[in-house]
């Protein structure tokens, strides 16, 4: 499991990562600030797929999916390469505009197999990667995101 906390006020980033089959971390402390440490609470939190239920960090059920792998940039390489492909084309150079097509889509595949999606809570910004998510948890919803971020912005 690979877990991004983000502390409020500095927007610092701790990244922890555990074996799959260890259990996972019951603290977190801030590099360079021995007494900033979060605490997590696990108990109650997976479920009996081993997915997360709720938030360890603030307790909060509402999380989101999100692909760390941004859809549009298959997009853009596919789009450059065919512009690549039509100009090698034009001068007749068939076999490297076959190579470089491959070549992209192949990158594109492979990109596609191992992003890993990551559950993302809503209240605190946590990411919790490379753990089973349940089906229940969808998209980023405008209407939920709002509401938090007005609940952050009021907490301030
Ligand atoms: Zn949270």
């Known amino acids: ?7 409020k006020d500095s927007q610092q980033r ?6 799959d089959d260890a259990a996972p971390p019951a603290m977190i402390k801030f590099p360079g600030e021995p007494s900033h440490q979060i605490a997590l609470d696990w108990s109650g939190a997976v479920d009996d797929e081993k997915c997360l239920k709720r938030c360890p960090v603030c307790g909060c059920k509402d999380m989101y999916v999100s692909n760390s792998f941004p859809q549009i940039t298959a997009l ?4 450059l390469a065919a512009v690549f492909c039509l100009v090698m084309i034009y001068h007749k150079w068939i076999i490297p505009a076959i190579v470089v097509s491959v ?4 990158v594109d595949v492979l990109i596609y197999l191992f992003k890993k999606p990551a559950l993302i809570c809503y209240d605190c910004q946590t990411e919790y990667r490379s753990l089973p998510i349940s089906k229940h948890h969808g998209r980023w919803e405008q209407g939920l995101g709002e509401r ?8 301030d």
């Open 103 to 106: 070549v992209v889509i192949l």
């Open 76 to 79: 853009v390489s596919i789009a």
């Open 14 to 19: 701790v990244i922890i990562q555990t074996p």
């Open 1 to 7: 499991m690979k877990i991004t906390l983000r502390t």
């Open 148 to 155: 938090y971020k007005h609940k952050r912005q009021s907490q």
